[in-house]
């Protein structure tokens, strides 16, 4: 009789959280991706105009893995006249090797929030300065929290700007991180301000205009760029994409398509990418000097999504928690 | 507390299956189809060489409908030899209006199974003569088994043929569906033996090669292919679909692709298509009389998969049937 596991978000964030294992499973994808070597078709996407709503469903199959996660995320911007959120999500979980379902996670979309966190913090750890100290953020939301969060994994945070739309929810955040890192924090009124002494600038928004230019790029400065992952957002200038030491991204095809290097090249410039992969995999030189300027675009894959999900699956059956339904 | 319902294939059994409403329910979606309303991208496709694996994800949102359902179907042909069924699959169903998670139908694809049946049902009564009474089939697996029980709903069957690559299944299948049907029964030795006196002939067969030539098509016949659903299956001649008075198909992109419509026009063939739901809206005709040769291609469309699947949650919700968990 076959068997299926149903997790809920709490059991997952009993789990799994921003640790140093969770990044290295996380960081352990990219030089499959970067070697070829995922089956990872392009994001299935339903639109729902009727409510402002939108499906991106992502999947990867990695050699190896043992699990196949198929990720579901819901964007319904209606949702909170509703008082629901407007994000959400759930993945289910095959065997790799037989295609049958092992779990369904209904995360609400927490597993997406760590993996992306994740995955910034990777991009920082193998292009930021060593000596990176200074932090800034652009956006007040769940993942610029959760950004800086994971960043504090690979580098000493001593000090922390948060700029974002609302004042006051960017005040809130870098009053609440800087309780919880124990770092100094500043709010910034314009995101130049922000990334003014900035050693690593994360932009978290889902802006549609670029909101770094290159006037804010200075010697050292590591970007790394959440947002964009969708063919109508941009959070950098196509010329920052242009003129960085060093252009790096997760996966080539889709950085031009949904991501930040979409408008470098619809700009005409050639851009010389990497995928971050390579760097992993010292395939290709990320940082070659502590005054370059890097720029690591992260448009979020299904690897990431296979990846968490897998380890998640794993560690709910070492601690015995989910529900176990005969199908 | 958000809430989800998990639904077993048994739970599903118990309240669907080959009726009218169901039929009526899955032939309501291809007007929406042809009309171009449906939202449904292509699918989603990830091979798993290594396990002679391939996983294709279906979705689709239908204006109006409450759900959306999104359609994991796992083939796994190793499976066998490690006493598990090749095919599989789970689907999950969000509410249309908000992305939220509705249920999970760990159905390991029966409901697959009976909205292709229910297809064809409503291809051969849109299109098959009003007096058929003769029906063959290729195949003799689980599809051949329910095209002809839903083709009893929808046609007075007095003689079925049934022509299998393995004739002693073919004879098992003839002989329960003799005895369910209460029909008189015969098997083939070919399919030109099964095709010959056929009103109505369906086929169910993963072929890569035609099984239905030009010239086993005769006055009146109408021919419902249902197998072929990727680049390189094909159960008709193109001359078959070259010759026929009507070709007709649920999605015509769809079966340009991966249906028989493909191999035609590989061929260099002009084909007039015509969509079954435009058949079904009155928008375009079928058969204009006794003596046409007709033929529907079904590919196979993810509206199916929301409809069945919809029509699920909902007679599941009424009988109280399925587990509920706070997500």
Redesign the interface.
Request: with cysteine.
């Given at each position: 009789m076959?068997e299926?596991t149903?997790l809920?978000?709490a059991d997952l964030r009993a789990v799994v959280g921003l640790g140093d294992d969770e990044r290295r499973a996380i960081e352990a994808v990219y030089p499959v991706i970067s070697a070829g070597r995922a089956?990872?078709?392009?994001i299935?996407?339903?639109?729902?105009p009727?409510?402002h709503?939108e499906?991106d469903?992502k999947?990867?199959?990695l050699?190896g893995w043992p699990g196949?996660a198929?990720k579901?995320s819901?964007?319904?911007f209606?949702?909170p006249a509703?008082g629901?959120p407007s994000l959400?999500?759930?993945m289910?979980v095959?065997d790799?090797?037989?295609?049958?379902?092992l779990a369904?996670l209904?995360d609400?979309g927490h597993l997406t929030d760590l993996r992306t966190a994740l995955a910034g913090a990777v991009a920082a750890d193998h292009l930021a300065r060593r000596d990176a100290r200074r932090v800034a953020v652009l956006g007040a939301g769940v993942q610029a929290r959760l950004q800086v969060l994971a960043l504090a994994h690979v580098r000493t945070i001593e000090h922390l700007t948060v700029w974002g739309r609302r004042g006051d929810r960017a005040a809130a955040l870098a009053t609440d991180l800087g309780d919880e890192l124990g770092v100094a924090v500043a709010v910034a009124d314009t995101p130049a301000d922000a990334a003014r002494d900035a050693d690593v600038l994360v932009t978290t928004t889902p802006s549609t205009e670029p909101l770094v230019t290159v006037d804010m790029l200075h010697p050292g400065l590591h970007v790394t760029a959440i947002g964009s992952d969708a063919e109508h957002k941009q959070e950098l200038a196509a010329e920052v994409v242009r003129d960085a030491d060093r252009f790096v991204c997760d996966e080539t095809g889709q950085s031009g398509r949904l991501g930040e290097l979409r408008a470098a090249r619809a700009a005409g410039f050639a851009v010389d990418v990497v995928e971050l992969g390579a760097v992993i995999a010292g395939d290709a030189h990320g940082r070659t000097g502590p005054d370059d300027v890097t720029v690591c675009d992260l448009t979020g894959t299904g690897a990431q999504d296979t990846a968490i999900a897998s380890l998640a699956v794993e560690r709910c059956a070492a601690a015995g928690t989910g529900?176990t339904?005969?199908?």
């Amino acid at each position: 009789m076959p068997e299926i596991t149903i997790l809920t978000e709490a059991d997952l964030r009993a789990v799994v959280g921003l640790g140093d294992d969770e990044r290295r499973a996380i960081e352990a994808v990219y030089p499959v991706i970067s070697a070829g070597r995922a089956a990872m078709p392009p994001i299935m996407r339903i639109d729902v105009p009727a409510h402002h709503g939108e499906i991106d469903i992502k999947s990867a199959h990695l050699p190896g893995w043992p699990g196949i996660a198929i990720k579901v995320s819901a964007g319904f911007f209606d949702n909170p006249a509703r008082g629901l959120p407007s994000l959400g999500g759930l993945m289910v979980v095959l065997d790799a090797e037989t295609g049958v379902p092992l779990a369904a996670l209904f995360d609400n979309g927490h597993l997406t929030d760590l993996r992306t966190a994740l995955a910034g913090a990777v991009a920082a750890d193998h292009l930021a300065r060593r000596d990176a100290r200074r932090v800034a953020v652009l956006g007040a939301g769940v993942q610029a929290r959760l950004q800086v969060l994971a960043l504090a994994h690979v580098r000493t945070i001593e000090h922390l700007t948060v700029w974002g739309r609302r004042g006051d929810r960017a005040a809130a955040l870098a009053t609440d991180l800087g309780d919880e890192l124990g770092v100094a924090v500043a709010v910034a009124d314009t995101p130049a301000d922000a990334a003014r002494d900035a050693d690593v600038l994360v932009t978290t928004t889902p802006s549609t205009e670029p909101l770094v230019t290159v006037d804010m790029l200075h010697p050292g400065l590591h970007v790394t760029a959440i947002g964009s992952d969708a063919e109508h957002k941009q959070e950098l200038a196509a010329e920052v994409v242009r003129d960085a030491d060093r252009f790096v991204c997760d996966e080539t095809g889709q950085s031009g398509r949904l991501g930040e290097l979409r408008a470098a090249r619809a700009a005409g410039f050639a851009v010389d990418v990497v995928e971050l992969g390579a760097v992993i995999a010292g395939d290709a030189h990320g940082r070659t000097g502590p005054d370059d300027v890097t720029v690591c675009d992260l448009t979020g894959t299904g690897a990431q999504d296979t990846a968490i999900a897998s380890l998640a699956v794993e560690r709910c059956a070492a601690a015995g928690t989910g529900t176990t339904l005969a199908t």
